[in-house]
């Protein structure tokens, strides 16, 4: 009953409910009219903060989720029109947009024969088939552009049989269970459109390929003329066919097992007890010798996907960028997931686009708005694009912000991203009143929810670390830019389901976000203003918020994990974990010395190439953690702190993995050379960081 | 007979003999006194020109080539030390001087058990035995510190043999033929101390490593921590023993082989007609079943080698680094390589550090000196500190300039490097009188032995491209930072010596220099002078002098050999070099108006940032052509323009590779799709380069 065991697949992540307004009261002075270099305008912050109007986002909303627009389907390409339209309009838009396409590599359910699920009885004919489709329980779970339920890339195929092979599975069947996503209710009365929980009948769509990117293309742009890797040479694509069901569907087939009982964590709250087969009960709804059978269909189709990038020029730093993003792609309607960052990413630009249009505002740096096609089937038009503009996004790039379900639920806000974006979401969010009653920042809030004890902070928010759930990855994994992802989230008290309950399915609507996810769109309201204010600050200081001792706290935390957790095994071996401290220990003091210079440089008059060079050092510093030989196996992953890591140690990825394959091997082996060779990436990597916070003339 | 193939190895390049002096006149006057930006100062230009003096360059070449100074030996270290001194020196040192240590894994000879090449007689005794060392004719060939000839990483082992086995070759005799090294002459009165040719004993040593850098830590800097290679999982090592001997030991045998002629172009000076074996004439000096036994006792050695490294801050952007290097250490006393190029960078550093030191100028971008270690084992010093600062060399290096032998012979400045650096190589050359009879520049002597008509410029100068001879390799190849490499060099009517004769023996000494190579010193003022002028240019104009868009020629030739050479071939296979022409005709177009957007510039007053941006563009645009995955199997090697090329096409080396291998292979082959990967990697490069040329604010 491998199944279970699929659960939680799929390119989401995790949220709550909350309303908000803002106060808007901002301690530092504005600066007298002097020859000052541009800085961060807080009138002009004010007044963004006060412009983003949470009915405005509900309004992008509706028209954004009105149609389901699958990644290249014809809605999908009208969304392009609209967000051409808007970034193009003469009083709220930016100074260019384009759209830029790709021919990239899709995999859709074939439109004539629907992939089946059914159960054949002993003589060969259907006695059960699962559901086709959703349940059309509001209006919008019909039509011919809802996409059929599937799991894109799975191969075609038509195994059949029931669990028989514990060794050689020959198809995979996949469903969410009502204890994961619904807080155990399941009944039609007590689910959407009733409640926030899923339908009986929902099923999560999602991509089952394994890396990112267009799978013909890896590490080439997906232009037409790009060479493509033969289709029998892709690798990532599932070997067997696979097919998502819903759970009352699996509760048919997995109330009906027989054999010996699931493990207790295997059990779910479909009413029953699980088995693991083989086979069907004798007192069951079917004859014991019934078969599942699972036809698969989907077609692998080469189709344009588009990108929109919509830019605000700089003012004194054009070559400068800030980047914000979010995929337009869905799978039905996406009212959450992308279409509730999409309505702020359309607010954000409006208001800043009135702002830039009127005269009043132009950024110190460039801002760069942008909506990924083809997110849903892996990140592909953000890799795509990162792929094509390697180079200058590289060398140019500040950082990366990305908004993707921007509301989960209406609790708190919640942030994963990489140290130095920290202290600049906290800038923001202690100036942006929180959404819900009382008079808490989004700051104060927040602490509530997710928190940890800084050894120099003390109890501050706790930031997430970033996977590769939405289009953040190949920013922060493949270019080493220093990246983030906001949004509200949830009450862990209230629920404890994986991901909002209706992620990936038809039900995932205008009115579901509307009713239950955020009824009056402040938590939305709340994202856009920390959004905006980061933007801003990002842009417009002249002095970039980026600390890069913040890093320093996990390099210690990582290298305590190392000490604590591998010391031992490693001396074993003969490994020194001395040059792993002396590099931690050099890059703690290059930080807080240049935290240092940096301060006593903002005292002064400081010349605006001394800055540059300065904020040239904080942004490259994450790039300094890039090694692209490191993990030769991991496509894209070339962050030497970042990449996944699959070692139970909460250490160094590259460390923890090779310990964790090296432990039962003999000293000598090349499990433990790749230990020896890790630890060098590491150490290199953190030497280089510290030599590039280093006083700029000394080697 | 391999062995005559075997010629030509060996990781140095080729040069005349001049006399030099300057005129200094200088067409551009200075700009007054101003609240302009600070750029290069053509009074200061014009004293470093005047200053820089051919009789201490002399004094210097005595000093370091005063002894044996091999890679990690006691006088090596010396000359660490007398390096910091000078530049460490009150009066004319630079800012700071370090030196930096690396733990590599070296070849030697041993000094207890000689490699000896030994002619076996029919009963076994030894008939006839090769020179161990070279004759002593100047006193200066003897002494313990002088090293046996040697094939550095050849291994140690025993054979014995004559030519036996035509498949199966258990060891490899090198040596360099008159023909080749010495226009033909081998007498001792014809040779050195009579002239400039290589003594009959002459044995050229070499390092016989495939690759570059420390074998053991590949990508990864070789300090103490690092992780290294089992010495059994080395790649590059030659697989048998090898020994380097002398033309008058290659006559004895060679005279006395049996077996059919050789072919023509193999034949060579030794006064006889080669055979190919195998064993020796009846009638020849030693018995027809004589044997060559082969001994080498190389071992290798972990040592400590140092680079030395000195800096001046620069004054308005001390994030930007000129680099200008050689490399120290020698085969034995190295008069001509490398001390020709030592004794120029002293030279260098001592009249800048007293400029600075008497607080006359500062350059506006930071120089950096070196010294690199271990250059004659495989490029071991500067390898090794371009993956220590990969990360801040890459993105703050504007260019290296190498010297390393400076006086090949007096006849003409010869220059290998990227096209960028072409246009601040001929101002440069253009203001600085040649050495030797007449009024000619340098620029306009070097016309008359290399030259080139160019679509845009007429007859100019041509350049070489840059290879792996030297220390820029890891800088072009592996960093992707424009580079050159500067020497004077011979006149090809009056020699056809592969390099000049004394190469690598232990005649290469500072009498050869003073007598034959460059009496007066003139053409090492002349070097010094254009390496001098580049490095202002380089280091104190406002405006990068780099010409970008000098890449359009060379791009627009590849692409017209591939038409010409290959279009037919390809189109067989349906492969269509559409878009290569379109993203070479993109290159040209934005190399173009870049340059329109640098000239209206530099009419006005520009904002110093909006400079930067402009030269940041310039300074980055060869690390567009870098693509870490393009050459798997070639180490370090990334630069898709200037990868080795074994295709016969000269065109872009992935192309041209990839077509020679494909060429016998049917459509759909593997070698086929190579080659549509090599063009997308290809049109990848130049559309990112092109996207990096492009204002900044368009995407």
């Known amino acids: 009953m491998q199944w279970t065991k699929v659960l939680g697949l799929g390119l989401g992540a995790a949220a709550l409910l909350g309303l908000g307004i803002i106060l808007g009261h901002f301690a530092i002075p504005k600066k007298a009219n002097s020859p000052a270099p541009q800085d961060l305008d807080l009138e002009i912050l004010e007044t963004v903060m006060e412009q983003l109007d949470a009915h405005r986002i509900r309004e992008n909303l509706r028209e954004l989720s009105r149609e389901p627009h699958l990644a290249s389907s014809?809605?999908?390409?009208?969304?392009?029109?609209?967000?051409?339209?808007?970034?193009?309009?003469?009083?709220?838009?930016?100074?260019?947009?384009?759209?830029?396409?790709?021919?990239?590599?899709?995999?859709?359910?074939?439109?004539?024969?629907?992939?089946?699920?059914?159960?054949?009885?002993?003589?060969?004919?259907?006695?059960?088939?699962?559901h086709r489709t959703e349940e059309n329980v509001t209006g919008e779970q019909g039509g011919p552009d809802v996409v059929q339920p599937y799991a894109a890339y799975a191969p075609s195929g038509t195994p059949q049989a029931v669990n028989a092979a514990k060794h050689g599975i020959a198809g995979v069947l996949v469903y969410t269970d009502p204890a994961d996503i619904n807080d155990g209710l399941s009944?039609?009365?007590?689910?959407?459109?009733?409640?926030?929980?899923?339908?009986?009948?929902?099923?999560?769509?999602?991509?089952?390929?394994?890396?990112f990117g267009d799978p013909l293309t890896p590490y080439l742009p997906a232009v037409p003329s790009s060479f493509r890797v033969d289709l029998a040479n892709v690798s990532g694509f599932p070997p067997i066919p696979t097919q998502p069901i819903g759970f009352q569907d699996a509760r048919d087939l997995l109330c009906n097992l027989n054999g010996t009982l699931a493990p207790a964590t295997w059990q779910g709250a479909l009413g029953c007890h699980y088995r693991l087969g083989p086979g069907f009960r004798a007192d069951g709804d079917f004859p014991a010798d019934s078969q599942v059978n699972v036809s698969v269909y989907n077609r692998l189709e080469l189709r344009n996907s588009s990108n929109v990038l919509g830019i605000i020029r700089g003012a004194v730093e054009p070559d400068r960028y800030v980047l914000y993003g979010n995929h337009r792609d869905s799978w039905v309607h996406g009212a959450v997931d992308p279409s509730s960052g999409t309505a702020i990413l359309l607010e954000l630009s409006r208001v800043l686009g009135t702002l830039l249009k009127k005269g009043t505002w132009r950024p110190r740096r460039s801002i760069v708005f942008a909506s990924w096609g083809a997110e849903e089937f892996g990140l592909i038009g953000s890799t795509e694009f990162t792929e094509e503009f390697f180079n200058k996004l590289q060398e140019r790039t500040?950082?990366?912000?990305?908004?993707?379900?921007?509301?989960?639920?209406?609790?708190?806000?919640?942030?994963?991203?990489?140290?130095?974006?920290?202290?600049?979401?906290?800038?923001?969010t202690k100036e942006i009143r929180s959404p819900g009653p009382g008079d808490l920042s989004i700051y104060d809030n927040w602490i509530r929810y997710f928190n940890r004890s800084s050894p120099v902070y003390g109890l501050v928010p706790s930031l997430g670390s970033l996977g590769a759930g939405s289009d953040y990855a190949p920013f922060i994994h493949f270019l080493g830019i220093s990246s983030m992802d906001i949004?509200?989230?949830?009450?862990?008290?209230?629920?404890?389901?994986?991901?909002?309950?209706?992620?990936?399915?038809?039900?995932?609507?205008?009115?579901?976000?509307?009713?239950?996810?955020?009824?009056?769109?402040s938590s939305h309201q709340a994202v856009a203003r920390t959004a905006g204010s980061v933007i801003l600050r990002l842009s417009d200081s002249f002095f970039l918020p980026l600390k890069v001792s913040d890093y320093s706290e996990t390099l210690r935390s990582f290298l305590q994990a190392a000490q604590q957790d591998l010391g031992a095994l490693l001396e074993q071996h003969s490994i020194s974990l001395g040059p792993l401290v002396t590099a931690v220990e050099k890059f703690e003091a290059e930080a807080a010395a240049l935290g240092q210079r940096i301060s006593t440089l903002q005292k002064g008059s400081p010349d605006p190439l001394q800055v540059?060079?300065?904020?040239?050092?904080?942004?490259?510093?994450?790039?300094?953690?890039?090694?692209?030989?490191?993990?030769?196996?991991?496509?894209?992953?070339?962050?030497?702190?970042?990449?996944?890591?699959?070692?139970?140690?909460?250490?160094?990825?590259?460390?923890?993995?090779?310990?964790s394959r090296a432990r039962d091997t003999a000293s000598g082996s090349e499990a433990w050379a790749e230990v020896q060779r890790q630890l060098s990436i590491v150490v290199t990597a953190l030497e280089s960081a510290a030599a590039t916070l280093r006083p700029v003339a000394d080697l």
């Open 487 to 521: 949004a509200y989230t949830y009450d862990r008290s209230k629920t404890s389901a994986r991901i909002y309950p209706t992620y990936h399915t038809a039900f995932d609507t205008f009115d579901y976000v509307d009713k239950f996810l955020d009824p009056g769109f």
């Open 612 to 659: 540059r060079m300065l904020n040239d050092q904080l942004m490259l510093l994450e790039r300094t953690f890039l090694n692209p030989r490191a993990f030769p196996e991991e496509r894209y992953y070339s962050h030497v702190l970042w990449a996944p890591r699959t070692g139970s140690v909460v250490t160094f990825p590259g460390l923890s993995n090779a310990c």
């Open 187 to 211: 009944s039609p009365d007590e689910t959407f459109p009733n409640s926030w929980y899923l339908p009986p009948s929902g099923v999560e769509r999602g991509s089952y390929y394994e890396y």
């Open 398 to 428: 500040v950082a990366y912000i990305n908004v993707d379900i921007s509301v989960f639920a209406n609790a708190t806000l919640r942030v994963q991203g990489t140290p130095p974006v920290q202290s600049v979401v906290f800038s923001a």
């Open 74 to 130: 014809p809605r999908d390409e009208d969304l392009v029109q609209l967000l051409l339209q808007r970034w193009k309009d003469p009083e709220s838009g930016l100074d260019s947009a384009e759209a830029s396409t790709y021919e990239v590599l899709l995999s859709f359910p074939s439109q004539e024969q629907p992939n089946v699920v059914d159960i054949v009885g002993p003589t060969g004919g259907i006695i059960h088939s699962c």
